[in-house]
């Protein structure tokens, strides 16, 4: 599967943005998908996962209630909508494709990531 992510940017403290990944190739919805971050300097973490149907998601604690991560398997996409962004937010965003919904195990398939700064 390969997978293109869209949606990143500038954007003020306290604002929103919505991620998008477009997957082609093997049908979505044979992956459950996540989203990855990577902050200069540090490793890259964990943000969000959603199950293959989208009946199970998980996010970490840091964005709990500020993320959601959702799925459209019609359309092979998968979105994530960020609100109340901080500047601890800002990093390079990933969307993957692999078998774990919490994050555990990092799938195979990734994408070339999208830019997300948020200014205070």
């Known amino acids: 599967v390969q997978l293109v992510e869209s949606g990143g940017g500038l954007e003020h403290a306290g604002g929103s943005l919505r991620l998008s990944c477009a997957a082609s190739?093997?049908?979505?919805?044979?992956?459950?998908m996540g989203w990855w971050r990577q902050a200069p300097g540090k490793e890259r973490e964990f943000v969000a996962g959603?199950?293959?149907?989208?009946?199970?998601?998980h996010h970490r604690d840091s964005v709990q209630g500020r993320f959601t991560i959702s799925r459209d398997n019609a359309k092979n996409m998968v979105y994530l909508q960020m609100n109340n962004l901080k500047p601890e937010d800002t990093a390079v965003y990933y969307c993957?494709?692999?078998?774990?919904?919490?994050?555990?195990?990092?799938?195979?398939?990734w994408g070339q990531g999208t830019e997300v700064t948020v200014s205070s």
């Open positions: 993957n494709a692999g078998p774990s919904v919490i994050g555990d195990v990092r799938g195979v398939y």
């Open positions: 959603i199950s293959r149907d989208g009946d199970q998601t």
């Open positions: 190739g093997d049908p979505m919805q044979w992956y459950n």
